[in-house]
Each structure stands twice: as C-alpha cells, then as structure tokens.
C-alpha cells in the first residue's frame, strides 16, 4: 500500500499515529490536518487502502471489513523502519507509543483495531464521523483512551451510531460533538471555526494520551469550547 508519512523535524523519538481515510479519500484531502499533528510532534502514516481510497482501480466498498488488518501491517512496516539505517525514520520513533486514527470508513477501520482486530500495540484511538458497522463494538485488550469526533447533521454516518460506538468504549473516553456539524466538509476545511477546534483538540488528546502531558488535559477541554461551536462529553 502506497502510504503517506508526515513527520516532525528535529531529533528526537515520536509516537506513530495511523490515519485511515474515508470511502474514496486520499491521505492528501487530509493533509492539514495531519501536518498539524506532525508538528505537534508526531510521525503520521496515512495508507491509501487498495480498494476503497479515491482512483482505486477494482474499488469495494465491502472491503473495509478487511481494513484494520491492512491498517496493522503498514503499522508494523512503518514502526520496523525505526531500525532501519539510512531511512529517514531510522531512530526517530516512539515504538511503544502508538495511535490509531481514521475518518468515516477509516473511523470504522478504527474501531475495527480496537474490536475484532485488537491491535496490541495501540495505546490510544480517534474515530472520526465513524461507527461500529461491520466491525461489532467488543472492545477488548488493554485500556485505551479514545476520542470520538461527530456532527449532528452527519447524513452519511449517523450521530446515533457513532455515539453507540462511544457508549461501548469501556475505557477512558471522551466524544467532541458538532451540533451544526455534517459528515466532514465542515470539519475538515481547513481555516473553519470547526476545523480549529477539530484539530487542536485531537492534538491535545493526542500528547495527553501518547505522551502522557499532564498538562494537555485541561487544553482538551478548553480547545473544545473555543468558537463555541462544540461540547465535548469528557470522561478521560
């Protein structure tokens, strides 16, 4: 799978999130989004799914049933170039410091990770206007915190469904929701209101959960109230 990385510069060892797209997406139509999270200090790897990401050539949706493990494997492809000599990744991360992050299908892909597909390397998860569907909501293996992201007036992934998902979470967890917000152009168009909220909540969940900062966890909630534009149940 051709994948994505962005990643922070200077030296040091930063924790890997892996981004998964929507039904007909691109890692790019995320791009802001992610670089903002690689200059937070985080290495993101974003695949292109073979048969649901945007110019696929033999696209199935049905196959994101199989997408957390493709989402597994390009985890551990990417965490293995940490010993790699030469490559740019080459003891620049975190091993032991791993997230899971998707929009839409990708958030589905996501749940999948924590559920059905346990990936026991993961220590925190955003789903992103995404659900349980296909994937059960047996969430199983050790704690991890999650962040679920939602708008009210999603027609494509109802709020309903993504807030039964997060209902199930038995861990740690706290859910942004939009009231105003859809399925993800207004979420995730960089420059909007939302998207500034979308954003560094999801940067602060993220150094709250992988680097465990004390002091991300007020920022959580204080990014969620900025432009008053969400309310975020925080049970973190």
Known sequence: MATTVFYPEGAGRFPLVLFSHGL??????????????AAAGFVVAAPAFPHTSGGAADYDVLDVINQP??????IGKVLALDGKRGDGLFHRLATDRVAAAGHSAGGITTVGLFTLARDARLDAGIVMSGSSLGTGTGFRGAAAPMLF????????????SGKAAYDAVPWPKAMLTFPKGDHGATLLR??????????????????????GDPAAKPRIDRSAARNDVATLDDRL
């Open 24 to 37: 007909g997406g691109r890692p790019e139509d995320y791009a802001p989004l992610l670089r903002q999270w």
């Open 69 to 74: 493990a493709d989402a597994s494997y390009v």
């Open 149 to 160: 992201v939602h708008g009210q007036r999603d027609e494509t992934v109802s709020y309903a």
């Open 190 to 211: 960089d420059g909007g209101a939302s998207f500034e909220v979308l954003a560094d909540t999801t940067t602060e969940f993220l150094r709250f959960a992988l680097y």
